[in-house]
């Protein structure tokens, strides 16, 4: 897929050019095959593929829009937003969907699928009856054989019109599963505040293992997406972990700006049917020993792990003593289930500099020598908003509310259960911390890898806190076992000039863990 470059002056030159390209000639295209030669099947959506993981796809915009600081300041953004899973993406879920939600015809059902979807300028809360998870803009395509299928072509107004302003901070959230096939479409919707910039983006995917330079996103052995071009990026996801994307043109600046989010990858472990605890008979015939002399039950599939890192197959975890339920989750292919989980919550550390972006927006040089972050961010919310629960919403210059900072940081944990928090530092400037109060860190993998050593043996560890440089991330496990219902931690720096929101004390880098009867696996509500 070709993106075109489209001349004018400005972002409303490049719509007028948009509106008028014939249908041959359209830049604005989305991809997501409900088939491949790697998935030859079409799958259930609700019941992928048990063994070979299945097709996934996400249509994201690059442009520019608004979020709202911890001191409720307005604070302009270069940023990508959601195209396709706006229900999800509001609901701060990952906005990665199966081919049959994503390739939704735009033209059909009473969806608001146009400006300002999916927020309620009234209630400032997602529209009550918004399901559309499907590509902004997907509609039949008239010179299709036969006609009107839907085979990719878009109408540019419904880009237009959901994309414009509509940047999110942190950027879209991705999830996918080990042996996935993954289509994601960028498209350049332009930055309407900077009508003078004909900014390029792309999406690299940071320490991702993309076998193609192709996709990487990095410009100089890729290609970058121009003002009103689309391009499909294609990864196959091979190895579990939490990992980041961002934008690769200007780097410096365009992280600043706001264009970086998270992905992770789920293990296939999760797909795997997962047996009983060993019995002391099985421990008896079956025993499997282990650099750490644990002994394990072979799981549903009669195999254990086989190497260092349990790649080589998908063991159904059920160590002596570990009662792992049906439908539990990992966070690795672990072979043992000590990196199972009952809820999961991805935080983004970001920075930013109100200088920085105020300049952004306002057609003076930035000063990159200069910058210094004085806002800090968790999933782009600084203490207190860190703990309001469901999406914050900031109004635009279009008049519009939008989903500016979607994924809320509050921590619940049901008793006796585990979280997982996958945490990503995304900052430009600085090196961050984050301290555990009450509940000690279990550190599971360190920048999307399991902590084993190459003889095999567990390096995982306790900690109270963490530090993490720009671009790296970090797996870790909570532990409810012991506590009470109703009890409350806190999450946080311990670097005290980062518990600010720029001039204001008592903010920044700092949320809440509570520990709660019960637990939405998908809302995270607490019940007590």
């Not at 306002?362 to 200069?370: A, K």
């Not at 909570?478 to 903010?507: C, I, R, W």
Request: glycine share 10%; proline share 7%.
């Amino acid at each position: 897929m070709v993106s075109t470059r489209i001349f004018g002056s400005g972002i409303a030159a490049a719509v007028l050019a948009l509106i008028a390209l014939p249908a041959a000639s359209q830049s604005f295209r989305v991809q997501c095959p409900s088939t491949t030669t790697t998935h030859p099947t079409t799958p259930n959506p609700t019941s992928p593929n048990p063994v070979g993981g299945s097709i996934k796809c996400q249509q994201i915009s690059g442009g520019d829009g608004f979020a709202t600081m911890g001191d409720g300041t307005q604070t302009y953004l270069f940023g990508f937003g959601p195209l396709s899973g706006l229900k999800d993406m509001a609901s701060g879920l990952p906005g990665t969907q199966q081919p049959a939600v994503f390739n939704a015809d735009n033209t059909i059902g009473a969806d608001p699928v146009f400006i300002g979807a999916p927020i309620d300028q009234g209630t400032q809360a997602i529209a009550t009856g918004y399901n559309f998870n499907g590509a902004i803009g997907l509609v039949p395509d008239p010179n299709s054989v036969p006609a009107n299928q839907l085979t990719g072509h878009v109408d540019p107004r419904l880009i237009m019109d959901v994309g414009v302003m509509n940047a999110n901070m942190p950027a879209p959230l991705m999830a996918i599963d080990e042996d996935d096939e993954f289509f994601l479409t960028l498209t350049n919707v332009g930055q309407v505040m900077r009508p003078d910039l004909f900014e390029q983006h792309t999406v690299h995917f940071h320490g991702y293992p993309n076998a193609s330079a192709f996709y990487d996103g990095v410009p100089d052995a890729s290609i970058a997406i121009n003002i009103g071009g689309s391009f499909t990026y294609y990864y196959l996801a091979p190895d579990a972990g939490t990992y980041f994307w961002h934008c690769h043109i200007s780097p410096p600046e365009h992280l600043q700006m706001g264009m970086v989010g998270q992905l992770y990858v789920r293990p296939r472990q999760n797909r795997v049917a997962q047996s009983a605890p060993a019995t002391a008979a099985q421990l008896r015939d079956n025993l499997v020993t282990n650099n750490s002399d644990a002994a394990k039950n072979p799981g549903a599939n009669g195999v254990t792990c086989s190497d260092i890192l349990c790649t080589g197959q998908t063991p159904a975890p059920a160590a002596t003593g570990v009662d792992v339920a049906a439908g539990t989750k990992f966070a690795y292919n672990d072979g043992d289930g000590s990196t199972r989980y009952d809820v999961e919550y991805p935080i983004q550390i970001h920075g930013f500099d109100p200088n920085f972006h105020f300049v952004g927006m306002t057609f003076n040089p930035e000063s990159f020598t200069d910058m210094k972050d004085k806002y800090f961010l968790l999933n782009g919310r600084s203490y207190p908003d860190t703990v309001k629960a469901g999406t914050m919403t900031t109004q635009s210059t279009d008049g519009t509310l939008h989903a500016s900072q979607p994924v809320p940081t509050i921590i619940n944990i049901p008793a006796g259960g585990r979280a997982l928090l996958r945490i990503a530092d995304l900052d430009v400037t600085e090196y961050q911390t984050l301290a555990s109060l009450g509940i000690p860190m279990h550190v599971i993998g360190l920048n999307a890898r399991l902590l084993r050593d190459m003889a095999g043996n567990d390096m995982t560890y306790q900690s109270n806190s963490i530090t993490l440089a720009g671009g790296e991330s970090i797996d870790v496990i909570l532990d409810a076992t012991g506590y009470s219902v109703g009890q409350k931690f806190y999450l946080y720096t311990p670097n005290l000039d980062h518990l600010s929101n720029d001039a204001e004390n008592f903010g920044g880098l700092m949320t809440e863990i509570n520990i709660c009867t019960t637990v939405n696996p998908t809302t995270k509500a607490c019940t007590i």
